[in-house]
């Protein structure tokens, strides 16, 4: 199914400098953003796939919790935070804009993060877990030995992850390297340096593994390379170094 398309509001004049940076990157899912003279909201996407096509790895129960319920709230609240942003902005009320930043941060990344994730994935009869190819399978194994060492390396890193976050696979345009990032709560990439990346992300949230695999964290982390979308990162990779 294919993404849904932004709708947009009133004009919100400096949202990407006052929203710290979170701009999403064409590889997020920002491409049905319409920039009419309105303020910018944001629609639920659709999953590119059936809440239960990532089965037995993913569960379906918890993949329609986990869009229709956390993605959703994340959007609902960083459109409220931009509405009360432009009512601040408009009276000149700085403590209040400066005080809507966290609020914007939190929820604007949980959509960011959330639509970068859903394309890191695919059903197993559609590719999902096939190792990357061409230059996205060589540049992991110059930059970390093997795509083995890579996954033991986002795996660990999760797990040791204390408390909610993310862990990446991130390309570093000013370095032209391949690195692993973590950040916490729903931080985005960004937060880590404007010139990163994100090529793909895994939520290690427990709402994105609770039901299914309790407090077992590493296996959640081993088995959802099993539905990995390498093609997906093995695109953004192409485009940014083309």
Do not use: C
Not at 39 to 61: K, R
Not at 155 to 182: C, H, I, P, R, Y
Not at 231 to 238: P, Q, S, T
Request: no cysteine; aromatic share 10%.
């Amino acid at each position: 199914m294919a993404f849904r398309t932004l709708s947009s509001k009133k004009t919100l004049t400096l949202t990407q400098t006052l929203v710290l940076g979170l701009r999403q990157p064409s590889s997020s899912g920002n491409r049905g953003l319409r920039h009419g003279r309105g303020l910018v909201t944001f629609t639920l996407p659709d999953l590119p796939y059936d809440y239960g096509a990532l089965e037995p790895v993913i569960s379906g129960e918890i993949m329609t919790l986990h869009h229709q319920k956390h993605h959703h709230t994340y959007i609902t609240n960083y459109n409220k935070a931009l509405e009360q942003l432009d009512a601040a902005m408009a009276k000149g009320d700085t403590p209040r804009v400066v005080q809507l930043q966290s609020a914007i941060k939190f929820n604007g990344g949980g959509h960011v993060n959330h639509s970068i994730f859903w394309k890191n994935l695919s059903p197993i009869s559609e590719g999902g877990g096939e190792p990357p190819h061409a230059a996205l399978g060589w540049a992991i194994d110059e930059d970390f030995g093997s795509l083995e060492v890579l996954i033991q390396k986002m795996n660990a890193e999760g797990a040791a992850l204390q408390g909610s976050g993310w862990v990446w696979l991130a390309f570093d345009k000013e370095m032209k390297k391949l690195k692993v990032e973590t950040t916490a709560n729903q931080d985005p990439l960004v937060t880590k340096g404007a010139n990163l990346v994100p090529l793909l992300g895994i939520d290690v949230w427990e709402h994105a593994y609770y039901l299914q695999y309790k407090n077992v964290k590493p296996d959640y982390l081993k088995n959802i390379w099993k539905v990995m979308n390498w093609k997906y990162a093995g695109e953004v990779y192409a485009n940014e170094t083309a």
